[in-house]
């Protein structure tokens, strides 16, 4: 698997829904708003909001009101799966949409 790095993440993140197979069907979704703030609905149907920055092989990002974390993109042919601070494979990514794809106001009440 090959990680991305900053300047792909850069692209395929910022104003774009990233809908995360997290598998049994349950699906997260994370709307990277602009290059510093993102909105996720996690399976449980939580909604969260934090800000986000890129490093060189990944991103961090500080949840309000929750945790802070560490992820890395990791490609694939055919996959790009979504790695933890522990390097855990924590899902792939199902579909990915530029802009909020028409999920912001009902997913994460935003705008």
């Known amino acids: 698997m090959i990680t991305l790095e900053k300047p792909v993440l850069s692209a395929i993140l910022v104003n774009t ?10 699906i997260a979704a994370i709307y990277y708003e602009t290059d510093s703030r993102a909105h996720m609905k996690r399976p449980d149907g939580a909604v969260m909001t934090g800000q986000w920055r890129l490093l060189d092989d990944g991103y961090a990002i500080d949840w309000q009101d929750g945790p802070s974390a560490r992820w890395t993109l990791r490609a694939a042919p055919g996959r790009i799966a979504y790695y933890d601070q522990n390097g855990e494979n ?3 990514l199902a579909a990915i949409s530029f802009g909020s794809a028409g999920k912001v106001p009902d997913w994460f009440g935003q705008h």
């Open 17 to 26: 829904t990233h809908e995360i197979d997290m598998g049994e069907g349950r």
């Open 90 to 92: 924590r899902g792939s």
